[in-house]
């Protein structure tokens, strides 16, 4: 049976020069939710799933994000086949990066996952490796 997932690209977005992504410290990327659904009259509800150093780290834990039909991943297998958009192999910075259904399939009811790029402000945060993961702040000197 033929596909008809859903993708497109703005011009925003650049093609992938096989280059590992760098860890720049003045930027972070937030994952979101977006859910849309009829018996809540089609009002958006947004949910941060998590903020990540680099984009590589967001778009890698992308497909394990829950939604109310499993994980991301598991609804486009099971439920989704036809109907979600994936951009993970070529992520905006800003925008749209996995979706399941659509405003113009079913009921309209659609759950999305938004990465976008922010500045870090402040000072800079690091991670310890105890099992406790609490930040230090650098020391002044």
């Known amino acids: 049976m033929a596909s008809n997932k859903r993708s497109s690209k ?8 096989g280059e590992e992504e760098e860890e720049d410290p003045s930027q972070v990327y937030v994952l979101s939710t977006i859910s849309v ?9 947004h949910v941060i799933v998590g903020v990540y150093a680099t984009k590589a780290a967001a778009v890698a834990v992308a497909g394990s994000v829950q939604t109310e039909y499993g994980s991301f991943d598991d609804a486009i297998n099971e439920l989704f086949e036809e109907d979600h958009i994936d951009h993970r192999p ?37 991670m310890t490796s105890s099992s406790n993961n609490n930040a230090k702040k650098p020391k002044a000197n």
């Open 10 to 17: 703005s011009d925003s977005e650049s093609d992938d020069d």
């Open 37 to 45: 659904d009829h018996a809540n009259h089609h009002r958006p509800v």
């Open 90 to 126: 070529d992520p905006p910075d800003d925008g749209c990066l996995l979706q399941l259904g659509s405003r113009a399939s079913g009921e309209g009811d659609f759950v999305g996952l938004k990465i976008q790029m922010f500045p870090l402000q402040g000072g800079l945060l690091m």
